[in-house]
T-cell receptor, first 115, second 112 residues
Framework: GAVVSQHPSRVICKSGTSVKIECRSL??????MFWYRQFPKQSLMLMAT?????????EQGVEKDKFLINHASLTLSTLTVTSAHPEDSSFYIC???????????FGPGTRLTVL | DAKTTQPNSMESNEEEPVHLPCNHS???????IHWYRQLPSQGPEYVIH???SNVNNRMASLAIAEDRKSSTLILHRATLRDAAVYYC?????????????FGSGTRLSIRP
């Protein structure tokens, strides 16, 4: 199946710094990418939908100025957590969908720890 | 978004079949039934999906009720590597940009 990668796989940062997470579709063009957050023992929560060349659509309750999403090409979307705080510590997962749309392919996740 | 209901947890023995149920009484005509699973500290992995007819692939089988209000994921011979959280999800089949909204899923444990 198609492969989605994320970088970095884990990151530790100090409170107040910004962290960028990359999501790449390796062998297909992703017209749409999705960003999720998952806290321990909980399910995945959709944060935003990212469409190539246009602004992301954020889910209710997700601050767009704090979680900046850029989908500049058909194979790359980035999520920047700005001014990170300890409560932003979580497992961030992206997924990508091609124009065929039958499946979403998920990345391996990025574990963010904010000290 | 139409919701699904799954048991919180299930246990099974290794090398035995496992039947994971899912109720989706408010499913619409364009909703596909998708199953994903998530192993610890990994992203979700696609398992199978279907619309009306039962489906088989190398990982599992999907049995869909005639009225489409419920479905069952069948693992024919569970192994320890099948221990994961299994999510039953409805997704609009008409749009490649349709969202996947995760419920709480079923945590499957496999006894050796």
């Amino acid at each position: 199946g198609a492969v989605v990668s994320q970088h970095p796989s884990r990151v530790i940062c100090k409170s107040g710094t910004s962290v960028k997470i990359e999501c790449r579709s390796l062998d297909f063009q992703a017209t749409t990418m999705f960003w999720y957050r998952q806290f321990p023992k909980q399910s995945l929560m959709l944060m935003a939908t990212s469409n190539e060349g246009s602004k992301a659509t954020y889910e209710q309750g997700v601050e767009k100025d704090k979680f900046l999403i850029n989908h500049a090409s058909l194979t790359l979307s980035t999520l920047t957590v700005t001014s990170a705080h300890p409560e932003d510590s979580s497992f961030y997962i992206c997924s990508a969908s091609s124009h065929l749309g039958d499946e979403q392919f998920f990345g391996p996740g990025t574990r963010l720890t904010v000290l | 978004d139409a919701k699904t209901t799954q048991p919180n947890s299930m246990e099974s023995n290794e090398e035995e079949p496992v039947h994971l149920p899912c109720n989706h009484s408010t499913i619409s005509g364009t909703d596909y039934i998708h199953w994903y699973r998530q192993l610890p500290s990994q992203g979700p992995e696609y398992v199978i999906h279907g619309l009306t007819s039962n489906v088989n692939n190398r990982m599992a089988s999907l049995a869909i009720a005639e009225d489409r209000k419920s479905s069952t994921l069948i693992l024919h011979r569970a192994t320890l590597r099948d221990a994961a959280v299994y999510y039953c999800i409805l997704r609009d089949g008409y749009s490649s940009a349709s969202k996947i909204i995760f419920g709480s899923g079923t945590r499957l444990s496999i006894r050796p």
